[in-house]
């Protein structure tokens, strides 16, 4: 259903009160499905979350709430991250019932997967009749995220920090001061490895002439800047980001091996050089944890995802500190580098699915709308009772009171926390929350103007080469960590690898990418 026709829908649709997720302690029944014998409809939700404390005495008083706007009961039942996955599988391929539940497209929930074999209903239709104010908020790049086959199979969680990307990178201020260092002349340059050089020679070599207990660059055996940054090399991942096949923002009905590219080549020259030189830790391609040393704030230089940056906002509070610190002992600046853009994974980051099989699709999505319209209910939900749970001090800072009511900050699972007021999350009532105020509204109005991502509805189906995809990722795992840490040599093991990877199959991925892609362009 293409936006024009959905716009047109929403005029034309009545605009109902809202929808939102009531909630109870443990797996209820779907046995008051239909509705008891007072008419009150029940509707179970699953999220990942773990044990919150008084749930029950929240959920009382939400339930209060969605009985009288909708005539409904929440049953919202939680169930750890580490088998929630596990869990809805099992009950969409079973066909236990359920009414909604937190999907994505990461953790294994196979939000595509369930779509394209219809465990998830059609809300196409549906949202903007009784959902037009949660339709009208969200972005169009995002809801074609979640869109299969021209049907849109999920609600977008839209939150509060934004859906489009824009990356970069972070320095210690501080530092960057003391050495000269332009930082604001990496703002907008495309030229990630240019940049990176740039870093190094202007950055990392002065600073740690002054400051040799300090890190230039983290590295670790899962960090890997150019693996899990495609957007700063222009490019984006088809399907899974490690496996082989991407395309380039400027060629995207080209699906490429990231591998045999000139720049993954020329960014394991860099880190190579750093590592001689002594920028990165020399077991950089083992450690695991590098939390010790964020938080004792050795890093000098590093990725950031988080923007506004301190060029376009130099108040952003989100970008003033370094690493897992506080801006007094590591006090930071950002430049972005990249493109904005909205990408194919945005959408069904985070979302909420109606089961298909439900015989309360309609309820359930007026549930949808009532949570992300009536703020009183979802600050309930998700924060718990002002004075309560959670206190605001005489400065403005607010806190949460220890052994009440806390939602883990899962909030982003069962609705949006995006308000055009700002009136759906905490904020301290200071020139902090202000400051985070201006930030986001300035990621929101970004938003609505990004580049969306021509992946933006595409769905990558692996059952054809699952063979050669495991093989290609356990090389990748074994290889890249070294490469990427600089303790091996780039014109040696490259070559290795890509041939490595060729002996595994990675042609095949490439081509069957390619197969679907252009059937996916064909299509539109």
């Known amino acids: 259903m293409k936006r024009k026709r959905l716009l047109a829908m929403l005029l034309a649709g009545t605009m109902l009160g809202g929808l939102l997720t009531g909630c109870s302690g443990g797996e209820s029944s779907n046995d008051g499905e239909k509705g008891g014998d007072d008419g009150i409809v029940e509707l179970n939700f699953y999220m990942q979350n773990s044990p919150v404390n008084d749930q029950e005495r929240i959920m009382e008083k939400a339930n209060e709430i969605i009985e009288k706007e909708i005539g409904a009961h929440l049953n919202l039942i ?30 294994g929930i196979n939000f595509y997967e369930n779509a394209q074999k219809g465990a998830y209903a059609d809300l196409t239709e549906l949202l903007p009749e009784l959902a037009p104010e949660t339709y009208s908020r969200i972005p169009e790049g995002l809801w074609e995220g979640v869109t299969v086959n021209d049907k849109i199979y999920g609600v977008v969680n839209y939150q509060q920090w934004g859906a489009a990307s824009r990356t970069g ?42 400051h040799p207990d300090m890190i230039g660059w983290e590295t670790s055996s899962t960090n890997s800047l150019f693996l899990t940054q495609p957007l700063l090399y222009d490019m984006e991942e088809v399907g899974d980001m490690t496996t082989p096949g991407w395309i380039r923002y400027d060629d995207p009905e080209t699906v490429i091996n990231q591998f045999e590219t000139d720049e993954f080549m020329e960014y394991c020259k860099i880190m190579r050089d750093w590592y001689n030189k002594g920028y990165v830790r020399k077991d950089g391609a083992t450690v695991t944890d590098t939390s010790p040393d964020r938080e004792a704030a050795k890093f000098i230089a590093e990725v950031s995802t988080g923007w506004p940056d301190s060029v376009d906002f130099p108040g952003n509070p989100g970008n003033s500190k370094m690493s897992m610190t506080t801006p007094e002992t590591a006090p930071a600046v950002s430049a972005s580098t990249t493109r904005t853009i909205i990408k194919a994974g945005a959408g069904p980051n985070a979302a909420v699915a109606v089961n298909a099989q439900s015989e309360n699709i309609e309820k359930a999505v007026e549930l949808i709308e009532l949570l992300n319209t009536n703020d009183e209910l979802y600050m309930l939900i998700t924060q718990g009772e002002e004075g309560v749970d959670y206190v605001y001090d005489e400065d403005g800072n607010y806190s949460f009171v220890d052994g009440k009511y806390n939602f883990n900050y899962n909030e982003w699972q069962i609705g949006q926390s995006y308000s055009p007021d700002f009136t759906r999350a905490l904020y301290a009532k200071n020139e902090t929350g202000d400051a985070q105020k201006e930030a986001q509204s300035m990621v929101y109005e970004a938003d609505k103007n990004a580049e969306v991502s021509p992946l933006s509805g595409f769905t990558f189906d692996s059952t054809n080469v699952k063979t050669q995809i495991a093989n290609c990722s356990s090389i990748i795992t074994e290889m890249v960590p070294a490469l990427s840490a600089g303790s091996v040599d780039p014109e ?33």
């Open 492 to 524: 040696e093991k490259v070559p290795e690898l890509i041939e490595r990877l060729k002996e595994a199959g990675v042609d095949d991925i490439i081509a069957e990418k390619q197969a679907q892609l252009d059937e996916f362009y064909a299509s539109k």
């Open 169 to 210: 990178f972070r320095v210690r201020s501080d530092i960057a001061d003391e050495v000269g260092f332009d930082w604001e002349a990496m703002k907008d340059d495309r030229d990630t490895n240019g940049v990176l050089k740039n870093i190094g020679d202007n950055l990392l070599g002065p600073a740690l002439e002054l």
């Open 78 to 107: 939680m169930v750890d991250a580490s088998t929630y996955a596990e869990k809805m599988n099992l009950m969409i391929n079973t066909g236990d019932p359920w009414d909604l539940c937190f999907t994505a497209s990461w953790g």
